[in-house]
């Protein structure tokens, strides 16, 4: 099983910029899947990004391409999210998932919520017009 817990979360205007964290610890290995999801107020949760720890591409939803760059530190078992020019729209529960890629049996990573077995709590963004 693997622990995520989430960090960098806050209130900014828009335009403005956040970064997101999420340490991994457990039983986390190099073949995984890992993404960003987020959920708004009466809203379904929603992928953001997903990326394969053993390496290969990002993967963003349309929304936020261009502007939120996720990345992973293996040694340090940390997954990021980089948000740039920010949304109002942007504003929800951000949360990080992980699951091993062979969850998938094609072996690429997607944003099927009942795929992923390790959820973090959340880290709340707020964006204000």
């Known amino acids: 099983q693997v622990q995520l817990v989430e960090s960098g979360g806050g209130s900014v205007q828009a335009g403005g910029s956040l970064q997101l964290s999420c340490t991994a610890s457990?039983?986390?290995?190099?073949?995984?899947?890992m993404a960003w999801f987020r959920q708004a107020p009466g809203k379904e949760r929603e992928g953001v990004a997903h990326?394969?720890?053993?390496?290969?591409?990002?993967y963003y939803d349309d929304s936020v391409k261009g502007r939120f760059t996720i990345s992973h530190d293996k040694d340090k078992k940390i997954l990021y999210l980089l948000m740039n020019s920010l949304k109002p729209e942007d504003t929800a529960m951000y949360y990080c998932?992980?699951?091993?890629?062979?969850?998938?049996?094609?072996?690429?990573?997607?944003?099927?919520?009942?795929?992923?077995?390790?959820w973090g709590q959340g880290t709340q963004v707020t964006v204000s017009s």
């Open positions: 998932a992980a699951v091993p890629i062979s969850a998938y049996s094609d072996y690429v990573c997607g944003f099927r919520r009942d795929k992923y077995d390790s």
């Open positions: 457990g039983a986390i290995y190099a073949a995984y899947c």
């Open positions: 990326i394969y720890t053993g390496g290969g591409n990002a």
